[in-house]
């Protein structure tokens, strides 16, 4: 075939172009939906591979990043973090992601306000993104809290970082509604909780998956794996897959072997940004100690509120009973700055409104136990006031951390009795804590005393917490490990008393093993002696006979039943007051009471009362005889009763108690026991039956004697008796009422109201009309008027009681 001429070649070319107009008209066009999903699944596809190529190419080890940006993180992360305003990396941030972003266990230790929160949510999101997770896979991320405030915190920050994800995400806490929770629990992938909370999910709702489970998250972990979560945290473990990764991050991290093989890490990575420092606390905090006895420490308290009201302070207390006294008492006192408080025995909703109020409160003072000393971020906290010592150093190192947050400033003062001084200074030396002691200015010194004590004394409720508020602190000093530092003996418990505004002490049973055995070997003669060397440094002590009690100790003894129940009246101190308002002349001992008793002719003091059985007592008062009558005081004297039941007609039977299965064999047989048990009935039915034949037949004899005499008496001619029924009515002085009775009575011709024409006589009742027509009408007619009786026909109505007499008599001949 010859070659193509030039002439042939161009309309090829031509061709060509045309061809090309048309493709390029062809991609103008705009994509199908199924196109458009395809190229952009495409290209996700494409930017996953490559984020993943990021991470491994990743060396967590010589990786040193200032900025967020600098990370490799999918544009969802980084877009929240960036809209969130989180720019740069702190220390704790630096280390911990890029080992979590290679899928390594962590243990990440740092001092409290330095990022820990962002350190795992990034690697959360992270892990989840480049799974490429759906709501079909379930649970992917569950992070665990110990407090339902840190767990509210953590969620909040994890909804502004995670905005651009589409993963969904669940709070499950104590107070809400478990049903409503497990309905939203099967599309949950990642999971914030507190470990009771969860364990009972994991228990209890069937659609809840966590096979698939990536990874564990343990915020505040060395709070988590202690003895207070112990148990819940081994059950909750059971039930997730070995194969995930895990972190674990504290301001002070748990080394132990048992706790990182309960929770199944992998050579973890351990980290602590912190450990080199001068000081395991934040550098801008400030902190201070008083030494303050326990009886003034409210006094103290009250002077540091008044002195800082345009502040924004937390005050720490060892319990919930001591939160709920202070609160009360200094609310009512009016301190010049609004008072919160918050401690775990409140109800959720309460407890996350609080929260709230004091996070945009400008000058708040918030009363709380250590449900808030740990993660949760108040912002501008400008005090940290801790009023009783705190159980170790960790817990003080996190008390402390709710101020001088992100590098700030803050201020924190710690109350401190003289006995726990030492020993509590010892233990911030070996933890490298700088803390200053300080005094109370002269002129700031104030006491509330006297307005607390007034408040109990007008106040049931406020007196019941100011006991509760006692028995807590006293029993959390009694449990506490270190006992160098925290020794009951050492501590002014009555002046503590009387500082909470109670004018006793009231009773805690906390005695030590020597001081059980001394209780139990003492003679009588110690027992009654009250001595207060039996329990020396306990804060029981016997009842002193000797001692008189007030009608002031009696007001505060007595039973409030609006807010005390018989479970707490051991409350109630049993020995007298020293402080005595009203002291008495002259004081009778035992001695001079038998003296003063008279004898009787056996030469006993005192009477003697005969009780039930011929048991003689002697009584040596009238109010211990008037007691000793009673009914309730004799049933011991009586011995044991039986119980009985009475029927309709007031007839009493025994109660019939059904016995167990020992009393039922030794009784025989069943069969023979149904036997026997039929042949008593019938004899006692046919005692009966005899009995009511007798008692039928008697009453008929005595209605024909009646009657015999009747007729007897008519026949004769004599007067009826006295019990007649048809006896006359005699001219009386009841004659008028005796005629308006028998006027009253329907004769023939009246007009059937009685035969007086009175107008108030109750009309006749109307027969009811039928639309049918009976047959039988006429005879059934004939029936009723033979049954309603014969009529007597009266020519004229009798106006005297003679007349009456007469016509009566008629009547009763017919």
Known sequence: MPPPTNGAARPQKSQKSHKAKQGSKTESKPMSKTESKTLKRKRDQESLAALQLRVDELDPKTADYDKFSALPLSSETARGLDASHFENLTDIQKKAIPLALKGLDVLGAAKTGSGKTLAFLTPVLEKLYRAQWTSLDGLGALIIS???????????????????????????????????????????????????????????????????????????????LDMGFQSALDALVEHLPKERQTLLFSATQSKRVSDLARLSLKDPEYISVHESAASATPVGLSQHYLVVPLPEKLNTLWGFIRSNVKTKTIVFASSGKQVRF??????????????????????????????????????????????????????????????D????????????????????????????????????????????????????????????AAKIQDQVFHSTELKYLAQKAFISYTRSISLQKDKNVFDLRAL????????????????????????????????????????????????????????????????????????????????????????????????????????????????????????????????????????????????????????????????????????????????????????????????????????????????????????????????????????DKRAQIGTSEDAQDALDFLRSLP???????????????????????????DESEDEAEVTRKKKRGKVIEVAEMPDTLEDYEALAAGLLDD
Request: with cysteine.
């Open 326 to 387: 202070i609160y009360e008492s200094f609310r009512h006192m009016q301190p010049g700055i609004p008072l919160l408080h918050l401690h775990g025995k409140q109800k959720q909703l309460a407890r996350m409104e609080i929260n709230r109020r004091f996070l945009r409160a400008e000058h708040s003072c918030l009363i709380t136990t250590d449900v808030c000393a740990r993660g949760v971020d108040f912002p501008s906290v400008d005090w940290v006031v801790q009023v």
């Open 389 to 448: 010592a705190p159980e170790d150093v960790d817990t003080y190192i996190h008390r402390v951390g709710r101020t001088a947050r992100n590098e700030k400033l803050g201020k924190a003062v710690l109350f401190l009795d003289p006995s726990e001084e030492e020993g509590m200074l010892q233990r911030f030396e070996s933890k490298r804590i700088p803390i200053v002691k300080i005094t109370v200015k002269e002129n700031k010194k104030t006491s509330v």
């Open 747 to 773: 004769v023939a011709g009246g007009d059937g109201d009685g035969g007086d024409g009175d107008d108030d006589a109750e009309p006749p009742k109307k027969k009811a009309k039928k639309w049918f027509q």
């Open 146 to 224: 110990p407090t339902r405030e840190l767990a509210v915190q953590i969620f909040e920050v994890l909804r502004k970082i995670g905005r651009y994800h589409s993963f969904s995400a669940g709070l499950v806490i104590g107070g809400k509604n478990l049903k409503e929770e497990a309905e939203r629990l099967e599309r949950m992938n990642i999971l914030v909780c507190t470990p009771g909370r969860m364990l009972q999910h994991l228990d209890q709702t069937a659609g809840l998956d966590v096979t698939n489970l990536q990874i564990l998250v343990l915020d505040e972990a060395d709070r988590t």
């Open 492 to 723: 002014d418990l009555e002046g503590f008393s009387r500082s909470l505004g109670l004018p006793q002490m009231p009773q805690v049973k906390m005695p030590r093993p020597e001081d059980v055995r001394k209780l139990k070997n003492r003679s009588r003669a110690e027992m009654s002696s009250g001595s207060e060397d039996e329990l020396e440094g306990s804060a029981a002590k016997p009842k002193n006979k000797q001692e008189v009690r007030t009608k002031y100790d009696k007001m505060f003894e007595r039973q409030n039943q609006d807010v005390l129940s018989v479970h707490y009246q051991n409350l109630r101190p049993e020995e007298a007051s020293d402080d005595e308002f009203f002291p008495v002349k002259r004081q009778l001992g035992d001695d001079d009471l038998d003296a003063a008793a008279p004898k009787n002719s056996d030469g006993v003091r005192g009477k003697v009362i005969t009780v039930h059985g011929g048991q003689e007592l002697v009584i040596d008062s009238k109010r211990r005889e008037k007691l000793i009558q009673s009914k309730k005081k004799m049933l011991k004297y009586q011995g044991k009763g039986t119980k009985t039941v009475f029927d309709d007609e007031g007839q009493a039977h025994s109660l019939y108690e059904l016995g167990d299965y020992d009393d039922f064999a030794q009784a025989g047989p069943a069969e023979a026991q149904r036997r026997r048990f039929v042949e008593e009935e019938k004899d006692k039915v046919r005692e009966v039956d005899d009995d009511d034949k007798a008692a039928a037949k008697a009453r008929r004899q005595e209605k024909k004697m009646k009657r015999k005499e009747r007729e007897r008496a008519e026949l004769a001619g004599e007067e009826p008796s006295k019990g």
